[in-house]
């Protein structure tokens, strides 16, 4: 589940290197209100993505949630060798 959230990061930090290699290509920097929306969607999808584990974590009381064995039949089986 939280894999999506780091694609999303990912995608955002690749944008960021294309965008500084391409402004060093032309030999200028880049413009400060591109840093400041860059800064803002980073920090964004990341408190996001900290807040969602947050709330997950204290939905589930951490691990302590028994799941039944349509959820998760591998750790009903009475079988070690599974």
Known sequence: GFTLFA???LM???DLIDACT???RTGQRLPAKQWRSRRLRISLL??????????????????SLNMSPQDNPISF??????
């Open 7 to 9: 694609l999303f990061l």
């Open 22 to 24: 391409a402004a060093k």
């Open 46 to 63: 990341v408190g996001s993505t900290f807040l969602v584990l947050v709330m997950r974590y204290r939905h589930t009381g951490g691990t």
């Open 77 to 82: 089986e009475p079988s070690q060798l599974v």
């Open 12 to 14: 955002e930090l690749l």
